[in-house]
């Protein structure tokens, strides 16, 4: 049967499950390519319906709504890893390609998944264990020591799902919420990095320099290119542990290996098989973005060069701060781009168009140089006026007197 394509073009129609920022994103590379974007959203006010020209509105748990956006598309592919695993193998089983497939998802989908293939091909990660009574937790407690990272099996993101419990008493009511729960030794980690790694269904892969992702209250705040310090061994050792997890599991499309930095080398903390916030940078500091190459993954295109744009590259997150908040009289929000151009001239917006609230992710910005400290001092204070709409007075204009 011949390839999918969209007949008003001769090129491919990538459907992407998902309407958030990671979908608008990838709409905003499939422009220049020349392919069409089909979005599957909740509802026509998400990230990327608002820019998208094809929108189908549905439920990804809703296998009908999938089917219709699968159907006349050359791809399927995700902005989330929330769809039910047994979805994906009936879009495969009605013929449509799924990338990555489902057997490769369920390895971002399920934590417990995911640590039994890599205690199988023997990656590191940190110990664990699969609980499912109070007293299995206070065994592992007991034998990795206390307190212990507890974490939902599905289902948690930017800290959602996540836990730290210092006695066993204290993981009885999640117990009572949830049958069976992943134990994780607490790691004595120097920081927490992040390998992105991109592969075809040809198997052609390829890397980005390993990353620092800086994480407040679990959420990433800033992403440091390359990860400061980190030395040329652990750094190539990293992106080959990525490599190699990318190959073993069968991803097909851009996958986020986060990782603890430990003393002794690096661990395995979790997967995403999608573009992630740890390679927003890309857009600007590399050659090719992490979101033009899951599109040429996806479609089995070769892959772009990753090479860095500038020695330096730090991308800030924009999370509502003092300007969501009720009541709030400051510059509003178009006032406030006014301002970061003329403050920041070079420091690149990324806005998501999400309807805004206090600690919401509602965009990034990028800033390049040489110089790790002037290039992160630009991207944050910048990000931070957005949110907050107070200038950092190392960046104010100079008034006259």
Same mark, same amino acid.
């Given at each position: 049967?011949?390839?999918?394509?969209?007949?008003?073009?001769?090129?491919?129609?990538?459907?992407?499950?998902?309407?958030?920022?990671?979908?608008?994103?990838?709409?905003?590379?499939?422009?220049?390519?020349?392919?069409?974007?089909?979005?599957?959203?909740?509802?026509?006010?998400?990230?990327?319906?608002?820019?998208?020209?094809?929108?189908?509105?549905?439920?990804?748990?809703?296998?009908?709504?999938?089917?219709?956006?699968?159907?006349?598309?050359?791809?399927?592919?995700?902005?989330?890893?929330?769809?039910?695993?047994?979805?994906?193998?009936?879009?495969?089983?009605?013929?449509?390609?799924?990338?990555?497939?489902?057997?490769?998802?369920?390895?971002?989908?399920?934590?417990?998944?995911?640590?039994?293939?890599?205690?199988?091909?023997?990656?590191?990660?940190?110990?664990?264990?699969?609980?499912?009574?109070?007293?299995?937790?206070?065994?592992?407690?007991?034998?990795?020591?206390?307190?212990?990272?507890?974490?939902?099996?599905?289902?948690?993101?930017?800290?959602?799902?996540?836990?730290?419990?210092?006695?066993?008493?204290?993981?009885?009511?999640?117990?009572?919420?949830?049958?069976?729960?992943?134990?994780?030794?607490?790691?004595?980690?120097?920081?927490?990095?992040?390998?992105?790694?991109?592969?075809?269904?040809?198997?052609?892969?390829?890397?980005?320099?390993?990353?620092?992702?800086?994480?407040?209250?679990?959420? $990433?705040?800033?992403?440091?290119?390359?990860?400061?310090?980190?030395?040329?061994?652990?750094?190539?050792?990293?992106?080959?542990?990525?490599?190699?997890?990318?190959?073993?599991?069968?991803?097909?499309?851009?996958?986020?290996?986060?990782?603890?930095?430990?003393?002794?080398?690096?661990?395995? $903390?979790?997967?995403?098989?999608?573009?992630? $916030?740890?390679?927003?940078?890309?857009?600007?500091?590399?050659?090719?973005?992490?979101?033009?190459?899951?599109?040429?993954?996806?479609?089995?295109?070769?892959?772009?060069?990753?090479?860095?744009?500038?020695?330096?590259?730090?991308?800030? $997150?924009?999370?509502?701060?003092?300007?969501?908040?009720?009541?709030?009289?400051?510059?509003?929000?178009?006032?406030?781009?006014?301002?970061?151009?003329?403050?920041?001239?070079?420091?690149?917006?990324?806005?998501?168009?999400?309807?805004?609230?206090?600690?919401?992710?509602?965009?990034?910005?990028?800033?390049?140089?040489?110089?790790?400290?002037?290039?992160?001092?630009?991207?944050?204070?910048?990000?931070?006026?957005?949110?907050?709409?107070?200038?950092?007075?190392?960046?104010?204009?100079?008034?006259?007197?």
């Amino acid at each position: 049967m011949a390839t999918p394509v969209d007949p008003r073009t001769g090129l491919p129609v990538v459907a992407m499950v998902g309407g958030g920022q990671l979908a608008r994103m990838t709409h905003q590379a499939a422009i220049a390519l020349g392919q069409s974007l089909r979005v599957l959203s909740t509802g026509p006010d998400e990230s990327a319906a608002l820019v998208a020209a094809d929108v189908r509105l549905g439920d990804h748990r809703d296998l009908d709504a999938l089917l219709a956006l699968a159907d006349g598309a050359t791809v399927v592919t995700f902005d989330h890893e929330h769809v039910p695993t047994e979805h994906l193998r009936a879009l495969e089983s009605a013929g449509h390609r799924v990338a990555p497939g489902p057997d490769a998802l369920v390895h971002a989908q399920d934590k417990l998944v995911l640590r039994r293939a890599l205690a199988a091909a023997g990656e590191p990660q940190p110990a664990w264990a699969e609980v499912a009574s109070v007293d299995e937790v206070a065994a592992f407690g007991d034998r990795h020591g206390w307190p212990v990272v507890v974490k939902t099996p599905r289902g948690g993101y930017d800290g959602r799902g996540v836990f730290v419990v210092d006695r066993p008493d204290d993981v009885a009511e999640l117990l009572a919420r949830y049958d069976v729960l992943l134990a994780e030794q607490r790691v004595p980690m120097v920081r927490e990095l992040s390998a992105l790694v991109a592969r075809s269904p040809f198997g052609q892969v390829s890397v980005w320099p390993v990353v620092e992702t800086v994480q407040r209250d679990g959420i $990433n705040t800033e992403v440091l290119a390359p990860a400061p310090g980190l030395d040329e061994d652990t750094a190539t050792a990293a992106q080959e542990l990525a490599v190699r997890v990318a190959d073993r599991v069968g991803v097909v499309g851009v996958m986020a290996v986060e990782l603890f930095q430990t003393a002794d080398g690096v661990l395995v $903390n979790e997967l995403a098989m999608r573009p992630h $916030n740890s390679g927003h940078w890309t857009i600007e500091g590399s050659r090719t973005s992490q979101f033009e190459q899951h599109l040429r993954a996806v479609l089995d295109y070769p892959l772009g060069a990753t090479a860095m744009a500038a020695p330096v590259v730090v991308m800030a $997150n924009v999370l509502g701060g003092r300007a969501t908040e009720e009541g709030w009289t400051g510059p509003g929000l178009d006032e406030r781009v006014h301002h970061l151009m003329a403050h920041w001239p070079d420091v690149k917006l990324h806005w998501y168009g999400k309807g805004q609230r206090p600690g919401r992710k509602l965009g990034h910005v990028t800033a390049l140089g040489t110089d790790l400290d002037e290039v992160r001092a630009r991207a944050t204070a910048a990000a931070r006026y957005l949110a907050d709409g107070e200038v950092d007075p190392a960046f104010a204009f100079p008034t006259e007197h």
